[in-house]
């Protein structure tokens, strides 16, 4: 199996940043891809960004390009997002995405693997 444990989610005014880690532990060398989505009270779950296994790859959602940056280290099991210039839209719940494929998928029933979700709330 493959745990998957998200930190760093919080409350923030707008403008101010944030930076989520997941820790994935168990059968890691199940991984490939890595990734963050995000729910929203009443919304689907949504594609939020990803990574490569080499880290070389990567993509955004579009309204987070510029604003947010993932990265991973995997002599940690660990990916990370930074979030910057946060806006009260942002507010959700994280979830950490990892996959068996090289690539991550944008649709969130592809996904192999979920970490229990952390939740970032941005006031305006």
């Known amino acids: 199996q493959v745990r998957l444990v998200e930190s760093g989610g919080g409350s923030v005014q707008a403008g101010g940043s944030l930076r989520l880690s997941c820790a994935a532990s168990?059968?890691?060398?199940?991984?490939?891809?890595m990734g963050w989505f995000r729910q929203a009270p009443g919304k689907d779950r949504e594609f939020v960004s990803a990574?490569?296994?080499?880290?070389?790859?990567?993509d955004y959602a579009d309204s987070m390009k510029g604003r947010f940056t993932i990265s991973r280290d995997n002599a940690k099991n660990t990916v990370y997002l930074q979030m910057n210039s946060l806006k009260p839209e942002d507010t959700a719940v994280y979830y950490c995405?990892?996959?068996?494929?090289?690539?991550?998928?944008?649709?969130?029933?592809?996904?192999?693997?979920w970490g229990q979700g952390s939740q970032v709330t941005v006031s305006s």
């Open positions: 995405a990892a996959d068996r494929s090289p690539s991550l998928s944008r649709v969130s029933y592809d996904i192999d693997y």
């Open positions: 168990g059968f890691t060398f199940r991984i490939d891809a």
């Open positions: 990574i490569s296994r080499s880290g070389f790859n990567t």
